[in-house]
């Protein structure tokens, strides 16, 4: 009998042994899961950017954060390099990174950013400048109707212009973009 209850013992030790090492493997995965990086608020998303290749910069200025919808956009400077990084709600209510974007060496740059689930006819074009702009004003011309929009130079910035997506006979949206300076110039070279 002795062997019999020392054998049960050293089983009953080895299934111990083996269920705390299962439980400790569960616990240490489902704490890497959650410590997943969301763009929930500032810090989080300055970690979500700096864990992607090329945006791993300590020089990140966040210059706006924007719901819409279930969609959240964030404006902000790499290196003084206009760029967005666009995040979406997960049923969980945390938010996702989902595409990112920078205009590396410019000081003005136009996104236009793909807004999932958005139920709209509008297309939304976003506007980022840093303190080295020097465009006052932008002329966008779309379909023959013309939009305006002021800028301040020598700072940073965020604008939105909000357009009605082409319908009935238009299919496409044709886009013409002027710059003028402070003194209403226009600039003769491309931004784009």
């Known amino acids: 009998m002795s062997v019999f209850n020392s054998f049960i013992n050293k089983l009953n030790s080895k299934y111990t042994i083996i269920a705390i090492t299962l439980i400790a493997i569960i616990i240490i995965y489902v ?3 959650n410590k997943q990086a ?23 200025e966040i ?9 959240r956009i964030v404006s902000f400077l790499l290196h003084d390099s206009p760029a967005f990084i ?5 049923p969980a209510g945390n938010y996702e990174w989902n595409y990112v974007e920078k205009k590396e060496g410019e000081s003005f740059a136009v996104f236009i950013p793909n807004l999932r689930d958005e139920k709209s006819d509008v297309l939304r074009m976003l ?13 966008l ?3 023959e ?8 130079v020598s700072q940073s910035n965020v604008s939105w212009i909000t357009i009605a997506k082409p319908n009935g006979d238009e299919d496409s949206l ?13 600039y003769k070279e491309e931004f784009e």
């Open 63 to 71: 210059l706006e954060i924007k719901d819409i919808h279930n969609n």
């Open 127 to 139: 506007i980022v400048s840093n303190q080295f702009n020097e465009i006052a004003q932008m002329e």
């Open 174 to 186: 044709r886009f013409d973009f002027k710059y003028f300076d402070a003194d209403g110039n226009e």
């Open 31 to 33: 704490s890497v899961i």
């Open 38 to 60: 969301y763009g929930n608020d500032k810090e989080s998303i300055i970690e979500v950017i700096q864990s992607i290749d090329g945006y791993n910069s300590e020089s990140i």
């Open 141 to 143: 011309s779309v379909n």
């Open 86 to 90: 666009q995040f979406y709600k997960n």
């Open 145 to 152: 109707r013309i939009f305006k929009e002021g800028f301040d």
